[in-house]
């Protein structure tokens, strides 16, 4: 790789152990890939902040770093495995809060806002189009590739962090114009609604694009939920971190629609939601907010549960900022009256709640994806209406 005499400098070990060691993982990574050379980011996404992920050794290298390490760009950090506030109420042991807390104050020693989401679109770390940055969790690379027109690869929790630490990231993938072409048109007949049907054709989509760059034709005045969720679905059912949707994303007119073509019929819908949603119709756990709910949402949420009172567990992820806001506008209050609990700062994926519960109800078909798998949840996926319906009966509304 050809190298600058400012990246030679940290490869070498003039600018401290953290620098050195960055370089060290972005070179070995560009080889890997073949980049040429390092391009410079704006930003930083850093996954792998959740203890339960982590664990002792994570911890111990975050520690190493953060001894004389520095972030030269904003850096945002991903869920972490607990509300860092209310985690009692949420049922986090105090021995995985305090070994979380650690893992946090290392982060923040670098320079870090521990902003804990998965969404720092909406709480500040908005790239512009073009902008070249390094982010890590799936369905905020997705959208900032397809919403936002931003160039990222799917970075893993270290190489993100050691690109905050050095500024640059290597040059390939993503960052590459030629590698951002659509491979597969999927032609949308199936009529869109709620942020589930978004979730079901995620689903739909991901499934049958392994590994290639959808382009979406037939979706009219998507909100930003809506991509937000279906960002999060597509790459974690095969797709590749990008797609593009005709008149809607902002690079999608620089291409025509790829030859091979799948038709998605309103019963391939139907067939999807199938496919996400478990036997019976038991719910001990709602969970809202995969990713993190926006304040459109928790308007929405407030405006259903006002008045009334939920008989399970619900818990309504979101970023602490988000929330804040929420509390100036008075849903917070409306959403806790009802025994909801907020989950700021987590989510359901990465909370240490295995065992917990038996099934859950959710918009997310991310959220069916990794709670099915890591803790064996029977999953329900509907709107934010049935999931709500659920969360105060208890019973899922087929």
């Known amino acids: 790789m050809e190298l600058t005499e400012h990246e030679q400098k940290m490869l070498s070990g003039e600018f401290g152990n953290a620098k050195k060691k960055s370089m060290e993982i972005l070179v070995a990574l560009g080889k890997i890939f073949g980049a040429k050379n390092m391009i410079p980011i704006k930003s ?66 670098m320079g870090i806002q521990t902003t804990c989401t998965c969404t720092p679109y909406l709480i500040g770390n908005l790239p512009k189009r073009g902008d ?64 589930s049907d978004y979730g079901a054709l995620s689903y739909f989509v991901g499934t049958h694009c ?101 008989k399970v567990e619900t818990w309504i992820a979101t970023a602490r900022p988000t929330k804040k806001k929420a509390d100036e506008l008075g849903y917070s209050k409306i959403i806790e009256d009802s025994g909801a609990k907020f989950a700021c700062d987590t989510c359901m994926v990465v909370a240490p709640i295995k065992g917990r519960f038996k099934s859950i109800a959710t918009t997310s078909a991310k959220a069916v994806y990794y709670v099915s798998a890591r803790f064996g949840m029977l999953t329900r996926i509907g709107s934010l209406e049935d999931c709500i319906n659920a969360a105060i009966t208890g019973k899922w509304k087929k």
């Not at 986090?92 to 809060?97: K, L, S």
């Open 210 to 310: 392994k590994a290639k760059i959808p382009y979406l034709s037939g979706i009219s005045n998507p909100t930003n939920d809506q991509l937000k969720t279906f960002s999060a679905g597509v790459v974690t059912y095969g797709s590749k971190p990008l797609f593009h949707v005709q008149g809607v994303t902002p690079e999608a007119a620089k291409y025509e629609p790829p030859v091979e073509t799948i038709t998605v019929t309103q019963k391939d819908l139907e067939d999807s939601y199938k496919a996400l949603t478990g036997p019976g119709n038991d719910v001990d756990f709602v969970s809202i907010g995969c990713p993190h709910a926006s304040i459109d949402e928790l308007k929405k949420v407030a405006d259903l549960l006002k008045g009334k009172k939920v």
């Open 132 to 195: 070249h940055i390094a982010w890590s969790e799936s369905s905020a690379v997705t959208y900032a590739n397809s919403v936002i027109g931003a160039y990222t690869n799917r970075e893993g929790g270290p190489s993100a962090l050691a690109a905050a630490l050095t500024g640059v990231t290597p040059n390939y993938g993503m960052h590459l114009d030629e590698n951002r072409k659509p491979d597969i048109h999927f032609k949308v007949e199936a009529k869109l609604k709620t942020l």
């Open 44 to 109: 930083v996404q850093v996954a792998g902040v959740s203890y339960s992920n982590l664990g002792e050794a994570g911890l111990e290298y975050l520690s190493e770093l953060a001894k004389d390490g520095k972030v030269e760009v904003l850096t945002t950090l991903n869920p972490a495995g607990m509300d860092r506030e209310n985690w009692r109420a949420l049922g986090i042991p105090e021995d995985f809060a305090i070994k979380q807390n650690r893992v946090i104050e290392a982060f923040a020693k």
